[in-house]
């Protein structure tokens, strides 16, 4: 049938690191409130050791972002290494976004026009 939906999917499969990937969101979304992590610099392949640090740091607060902040921040390239940064898709980011929201108790905020979301700290079961 030509009238069809077509849907564009990945063709190949993409080996990524997911556990990476959770680690640079939540230093992103960590970043906001945390102003020392601004100066940081160097390659993404040595940042493995901060990030270690990160997983075990998970006491810290949040400012609200949007998801494709997040989405633009963890393609660029000095936060992934280039393959991860390229095999790096809308719905993986979303995935590992689902994981950290689980995970750290955060929520996700529809905006009035449905077109993002907001990525806010949880704050009890009745907001």
């Not at 000095?78 to 991860?84: D, Q, R, V, W």
């Not at 750290?104 to 009890?124: A, C, N, T, Y």
């Amino acid at each position: 049938d030509k009238a069809a939906l077509q849907i564009g999917y990945a063709k190949t499969a993409k080996k990524v690191d997911m556990k990476r990937i959770k680690n640079v969101a939540w230093s992103i979304l960590t970043q906001a409130s945390n102003e020392e992590k601004e100066n940081q610099s160097g390659s993404p392949e040595k940042q493995v050791d901060k990030e270690a640090v990160d997983l075990n740091n998970r006491e810290k607060e949040i400012e609200d972002t949007q998801f494709t902040t997040l989405y633009k921040t963890l393609k660029q390239p000095t936060k992934l290494p280039k393959t991860m940064s390229e095999n790096l898709s809308v719905p993986l980011a979303f995935i590992a976004l689902l994981h950290l929201c689980n995970e750290e108790s955060l929520h996700l905020i529809p905006s009035e026009k449905m077109e993002d979301f907001k990525i806010v700290q949880g704050r009890g079961w009745c907001n």
